[in-house]
């Protein structure tokens, strides 16, 4: 997880600077969520942006991030994630660096 601090700016702002930031990945802003992901549905390909433009302040979770829902509903599978672990931290620092660039004008 991590937390950025910007000058105020539009959500509308966020998502096209995102689109365009990002062409490889789908930006998905359903039900109030705006997420970054590599595809469809994928464990290592996800990071969430919870944004509060008014503030300024932005931060990103990714599924490393909520260790109860990873322990509950993804242990089987524990020991690939982990191998993951730097792919999911790589996407992520990728995001921040785009969000750094489309909001620090």
Do not use: C, W
Not at 56 to 85: C, E, H, R, V, W
């Amino acid at each position: 997880m991590q937390h950025l601090q910007f000058k105020p700016f539009s959500k509308g702002e966020l998502i096209d600077g995102l689109k365009r930031t990002f062409p490889q990945y789908k930006i998905q802003t359903s039900f109030g969520a705006l997420q970054v992901r590599t595809s469809g549905f994928t464990i290592t390909g996800n990071v969430k942006i919870n944004a509060n433009p008014e503030t300024g302040k932005i931060s990103t979770q990714t599924n490393n991030d909520m260790s109860l829902f990873f322990l509950i509903f993804q242990f089987p599978i524990a020991m690939y994630i982990k191998a993951k672990k730097k792919k999911i931290k790589n996407l992520e620092d990728e995001v921040v660096e785009g969000l750094k660039k489309i909001l620090e004008k």
